[in-house]
Structure formats: C-alpha cells, structure tokens
C-alpha cells in the first residue's frame, strides 16, 4: 500500500508545530520564566532550543523522512545491526507512555471550557477554587466521561489519515489556536497595573540563574519540543524529499517559543491584576485549574460577559494545544502498530486507542477510587508523568543524539539536510558537534545532578 504524505510544506509545518505547542508551553514555561529570572531565563531557554534542541529536531526529522516509515523501524533501518535500534523502540514506548496522562488532562480542559462557557464559576469564592477542582478529579466518573471523549476525539482524527486527518485539522486547529493567544494576551495587558506583569515577565535577573535554572530551561526546552519520543521523527516520515529540514525545524521552535512567551502575557498581567503574589500561583495543574479561573474571575468582573468569554477562550486554547499534541503521540503508536505488525491503519489505531482508554482510566482514578496505590510517594497519574519527564525523555534525547551524532554517516546526514547538494550548510559541523559532544555531555550532568541531590 501506497504510503501517505502531507499535501503542502505548511501543513507539515502546522502539525509539527501542533506536537511541539502544549500544555507545556501555557502551564510550565511563563511560570518558569517569572520566577528564575525572566528574561535571563528566556534567553538561556532560547540558547537550550538553538544549540541542544535544534540539533536534535533536525535529526529526529532527517531520521523520518530518510526511511519513511515508522520511528522503530527507521531506527532498525538504520542501525544496520542490533546495537542502537532498541531507540527507536524505546521512543515509541515513551510516546505512548506520555499520550496516557496527557489524555487525562486533556479531559480536564474540556471540563474547564464547558464549566466555563456556562458561567459556572460565577459565585465560587476565591478560597473554594481549589475544591472545585479536588472534587471534579476525585469524581470516579466524571473526569472519566471528559477523558474518554478526548481520545475518541484523537482517534477521529487519527483514523482519517495523514492528509485529510492531521494536515486537515492542524490547518484549522493552529491558526484558530494562534488567534485566540493573541486575542487573550492583548487583552491580559489592556487591564490595569497589566504592567507590573509584564515586567516580571521580562526583567532579566540574572541573579537567580545558577544550575537549577539552566538544568529546567533545558528540561523545558526537550519537552516543549516534542523530542526524544518519536513525534517528529514519525511526521517527518510523510515529508516530501524536498522539505527543507532545517528551515522546518527552525519555524517550529520559532513557533514554539513564541507562543510560549505569549502564554506569560496572557497569565501575569491578569495575576498582577488583581494584587496576586506570582509566586504562589503554583505551576501545572493548580495553576491551571485552580490559581487562573480565579484570576479571570476577579480580574475581568465575576460572572460577566468578559470573564465568561476570556476564560472560555482560555480553556479552549489549552484544550486545542493539547489535542494537537495528543494526536502527534497517537500517530507515533498507530505508525508503528500498524507498519510493524501489518495490520491497516484502522486497526492499528483501535489497538492504540483501547491501550491508552485502560491506561489512561487508571491514571485519571487515580486522583479519586485508586489514589492508594503509590509508588515512592506518587499516585499512577505522577508516576507516568515523572517517569516519562524525567527518565524517559531525557535518556532518550540523550540516545538520538549519539545516534545522530556517531552513528550515522555524515556523508548520508550531510546529503539529506542539504536536499543532495540543493541547499546551504554552513551550520553542518557546529550541528556534528552538538550532537556529538554537547548534547550528551548536557544531560548527562543534569542527571548525576538529579542523582547527587
Ligand atoms: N510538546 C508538548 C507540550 O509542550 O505540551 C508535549 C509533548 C507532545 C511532548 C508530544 C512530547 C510529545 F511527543
């Protein structure tokens, strides 16, 4: 069977960029930047995306569209003997691993769109957000309900395909993603003593970077991206031989970041707003679910049009990040069921789907009817979170990177990032390097630093 390619370069653009703009880029990064030094953090944030990300996006797509077919069997493809394919293997693993929890929150942002477009924050007191949520999660049926309709919303799209699937509802779910930070963030500083947001967005403090800061801006700067799991590898596998695969991956991170950065202008000045310590609005989820839909509360005027609208915008937002993202990780699985085990796309999706509805059941419960089950002081849903964020990821970034860096040809690598000769390398060696030395040698101090501590 004829293997499916995206239609146009922006709609491989927009479905890459649909992986790489997640949760991540709205609940952890302006976080992050606010309180380690803002924009000392953005810039070495950038410099983590430019020298350590960059390099690894270019390969993971190079990897893709040189074999053309699926992450585990690019890698086996190109290993030629035993040695490194168990890569390609192991980022499926952490791919699918990942989609299991991100689908849960994925259910929680519908939850807060319909809660919030039926005005039913208006009347809860500041001090009963954080119930609100508590008792949605511990629910045993209703954060399930939400969980179950993001996956077969995922698998909808999954099932019709590359071009009429992914490219099709990246091309209308991006732009109208793009459009709403806009629109929210332009609002977020129109609000008075907006400013004082802004500034601690931006003021660089250079005093508060030391490793810590460096090890999470680069931590950040993996996972924004999407790499180390298979997702650009396997988009990149329905590239055309002529995409450009620098320029790509530069428009990517471009995208990336940017939305990233947009995502502070739309916290903090509604944080400022309303005379909130940026500190204690916490990170992820408590910020998410329980700091932000007070804030738009407060800071928009309870229960009217405007705080109904921006925060229904908001949610929506976050529901459309997260499901472009959930799709990109599905792919990877569906990809590789179904080329490695010969079975249709279809079937191949179904198999996914199911594994994911078990898995994912088991970590939404977990924060009511299983919350007693732990695992060195962390429920199901942390323990997937954790293990793929701090273990998985970064070995596997790690690996790519040595795989792209020692293993392959550098003639083969040369030839596919300058399109046979057509294109200009003059970045080729600095790029060898980064994957050969300093990319390795990087995570491989954040991880006896995390083992030290
Ligand atoms: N990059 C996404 C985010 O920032 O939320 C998360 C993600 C998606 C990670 C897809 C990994 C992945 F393969």
Redesign the pocket.
């Known amino acids: 069977m004829k293997r499916e390619k995206f239609g146009t370069s922006l709609g491989a653009i927009l479905a890459a960029a649909g992986?790489?703009?997640?949760?991540?880029?709205?609940?952890?990064?302006p976080i992050e930047t606010g309180q380690n030094g803002g924009a000392a953090f953005i810039i070495i944030y950038i410099m983590c995306i430019i020298l350590l990300g960059l390099p690894v996006m270019i390969s993971e797509f190079l990897i893709g569209r040189y074999t053309h077919t699926n992450t585990a069997g690019a890698y086996r493809i190109l290993s030629k003997g035993k040695k490194w394919r168990w890569i390609g293997r192991m980022s499926v693993f952490?791919?699918w691993f990942?989609?299991c929890y991100?689908v849960v929150v994925g259910g929680w942002t519908m939850h807060y769109t319909f809660l919030s477009a039926t005005n039913a924050f208006n009347g809860v007191k500041s001090t009963e957000f954080g119930d609100v949520f508590n008792q949605f999660v511990s629910n045993p049926w209703q954060p399930l309900l939400w969980f179950v309709l993001f996956v077969l919303l995922t698998h909808f799209v999954i099932t019709r395909g590359v071009q009429s699937g992914i490219e099709r509802y990246s091309k209308i779910l991006m732009p109208t993603l793009f459009i709403i930070v806009v629109f929210l963030a332009v609002s977020s500083v129109m609000l008075p003593g907006a400013s004082a947001g802004v500034e601690f967005l931006l003021r660089p403090d250079w005093s508060k970077v030391d490793s810590t800061v460096i090890i999470e801006a680069m931590g950040q700067a993996f996972?924004?991206?999407?790499?180390?799991?298979?997702?650009?590898c396997t988009y990149a596998s329905y590239f055309e031989k002529s995409t450009p695969l620098a320029k790509t991956a530069l428009h990517v991170c471009v995208i990336?970041t940017m939305i990233?950065i947009l995502a502070g202008f739309i916290i903090f000045p509604s944080v400022f707003n309303i005379g909130m310590n940026p500190n204690e609005v916490g990170v992820g989820a408590s910020l998410t679910f329980i700091s932000l839909p007070n804030v738009f509360q407060q800071s928009l005027g309870e229960g009217s049009l405007m705080s109904v609208l921006f925060s229904t915008m908001f949610y929506f937002l976050l529901f459309v990040?997260?499901l472009t993202?959930?799709i990109?990780?599905h792919e990877?699985a569906t990809a590789y069921v179904s080329e490695e085990y010969n079975l249709t796309r279809h079937r191949g999706a179904v198999i996914v789907t199911v594994t994911v509805l078990v898995l994912g059941a088991l970590c939404s419960l977990s924060f009511g009817p299983l919350s007693d089950i732990q695992l060195f002081d962390r429920n199901i849903f942390s323990m997937f979170d954790d293990l793929s964020g701090m273990i998985l990821?970064p070995i596997g970034v790690m690996f790519i990177s040595l795989f792209a860096g020692w293993r392959l040809d550098r003639e083969l690598y040369h030839n596919e990032i300058s399109n046979h000769g057509d294109l200009r390398t003059p970045y080729f060696r600095l790029l060898i390097f980064s994957l050969r030395y300093a990319i390795p040698i990087a995570i491989a101090v954040v991880f006896i630093d995390q083992i030290l501590r």
């Open positions: 992986s790489a703009v997640g949760l991540g880029n709205i609940w952890r990064f952490t791919g990942i989609l991100y996972y924004s991206l999407s790499i180390g799991m298979g997702c650009l990336d990233a990040a997260a993202s959930a990109s990780l990877v990821l």
